[in-house]
């Protein structure tokens, strides 16, 4: 990408101000229009805090620890508990979704990527932390096209409603990482378990901050973004 910038640049540079100047108000405008899609797909301020019966299909890779599982699921159907359906327009396409006390609820799976699941939750819009210095979580859950964030109702336990079909790059992908992530938990019994993944397939979800401080501290915490990337275009050859 850098280089494709560069040489872009390079060949504007060659060219009249009014190319340079159609170039930047082009870009200005995408821009806009992306940061436009992106905002409208927001849940909006009247459905926050409201429950929902979602069915979905569970994308990109589920996280869990000993209190919750944590995983995206793209929005298929939704209705309020009271059996009314929200407009389309009104609702998010993406959801976050924590799923406390799993272990209680006696179910031998948890979402994996690729399958079809209903779940009762409550939902909120997003929001950010009014510290400007502080990470702003806002505008981090929009980058990823996040809607809204919710929780699994405790008094109900999701249902899987489909198995996973593997009919698209990304899922294959998803699942591939996921597999190879529990298999390394499971055969490494060792802190450092969390790291391993974070190597091999660029998935940092398991690192805790007593892992990440020593990281920062010695300089090595940005090997855990190039990792994985680089990993996984090896892995295409």
């Not at 209190?67 to 009271?82: C, G, N, S």
């Amino acid at each position: 990408v850098p280089l494709g910038v560069g040489a872009l640049s390079l060949l504007l540079l060659r060219h009249s101000s009014a190319v340079r100047t159609g170039a930047f108000l082009a870009g200005t405008v995408y821009a806009m229009w992306v940061g436009h899609g992106y905002l409208a797909q927001q849940l909006s301020l009247e459905l926050s805090q409201k429950e929902f019966r979602v069915n979905g299909k569970v994308v990109g890779l589920p996280s869990h620890d000993e209190q919750k599982v944590r995983f995206l699921i793209d929005v298929h159907h939704v209705e309020t508990l009271d059996q009314s359906s929200p407009s389309d327009h009104d609702f998010p396409s993406k959801l976050q979704i924590s799923w406390y006390d799993y272990k209680r609820a006696n179910t031998q799976t948890m979402p994996r990527p690729g399958e079809y699941w209903q779940m009762d939750v409550r939902l909120k819009t997003p929001r950010g932390f009014v510290n400007k210095e502080g990470f702003d979580y806002q505008a981090w859950l929009i980058r990823r096209g996040i809607g809204a964030t919710g929780y699994v109702l405790r008094s109900t336990v999701p249902q899987k409603i489909a198995r996973a079909t593997a009919n698209d790059p990304y899922t294959v992908i998803s699942r591939a990482r996921y597999s190879l992530r529990e298999w390394v938990m499971s055969v490494t019994n060792s802190s450092v378990a969390p790291v391993l993944v974070a190597l091999l397939i660029g998935d940092s979800s398991g690192l805790t901050p007593d892992i990440w401080e020593p990281m920062r501290q010695s300089g090595t915490s940005h090997l855990i973004a190039i990792s994985g990337l680089h990993v996984g275009f090896v892995s295409l050859f």
